[in-house]
């Protein structure tokens, strides 16, 4: 339990040495005592925060299946092996359902949404009902999510086919909205999202990353780098 002092200890000096026969301070540093504990408690809790990371995945019965499982494995390996890996932390929500999607919003408050799995551009992302088939999310109510949670969202990833008509609508509420403005394959997807979230694990800009996750499409040989758009405001 935290205990408030009796003693007045505003400006007073603390610190680790001893003081030698010449009155000089030997080993340890003194350092002035802040009776401004909020101040104290908003640096570290600003200092310890994480930005979160929300995956919702979807690969619903009788839509072609998708490497998902790789794909969010190996964003999950490049964050692990990051620099700046105490920075992020990753939520996975699969087989995600429409109520699925704002309750994760909720429960994680996330900074970073990123979505993998199909899009079929005007009707929407495709995610699962009750029994597993498709059923896809409208465009305009997705963007409302957006709006509602715009206080916490930073980055939109729409790992998706044709899902650059979702981020178009998204980017007006969210910083930054990565869409796709046709079909990607499941290697340039998984290529993508591995050097997008390895650049954000080196303390790299949305921007940068979003260039880098381009660039591995075409180090890897994909004729796909051009499919990934980025929207901001």
């Known amino acids: 339990m935290l205990e408030t002092s009796k003693y007045n200890l505003g400006n007073a000096k603390f610190g680790g040495g001893f003081v030698g026969d010449n009155g000089t ?3 340890g540093t003194f350092n002035e005592y802040s009776s401004n504990n909020t ?3 908003t640096e570290v809790t600003s200092a310890s925060a994480s930005r979160k990371i929300l995956i919702l995945a979807a690969n619903p019965k009788a839509t072609s299946p998708l490497r998902l499982d790789e ?7 490049g964050l692990q092996r990051s620099k700046k890996r105490d920075q992020f932390e990753i ?3 699969w087989a995600v359902r429409v109520r699925d999607v704002y309750r994760a919003f909720l429960d994680t408050k996330p900074q970073i949404v990123h979505f993998s799995g199909h899009g079929a551009g005007d ?3 495709a995610l699962e009902n009750e029994i597993g088939q498709v059923q896809f999310l409208d465009t305009e109510a997705l963007a409302g999510l957006f709006e509602l949670f715009a206080n916490q969202v930073e980055c939109v990833v729409l790992n998706a086919c044709y899902s650059e008509v979702q981020a178009k609508a998204i980017v007006r ?3 930054y909205v990565i869409g796709m403005n046709k079909a990607i394959g499941d290697q340039a997807a998984i290529e993508f999202a591995v050097g997008f979230y390895d650049a954000l694990g080196a303390g790299e800009s949305v921007e940068f990353a979003y260039q880098l996750g381009c660039n591995a499409i075409r180090l890897a040989g994909i004729a796909e780098h051009l499919t990934p ?5």
Do not use: S
């Open 173 to 175: 509420h969210i910083p």
């Open 123 to 125: 009707e929407g992302l």
């Open 229 to 233: 758009m980025l929207k901001k405001q």
């Open 71 to 77: 794909e969010i494995r190996e964003i999950d390996a």
């Open 91 to 93: 939520k996975q929500h």
């Open 25 to 27: 301070q030997i080993g």
């Open 39 to 41: 101040d104290v408690k």
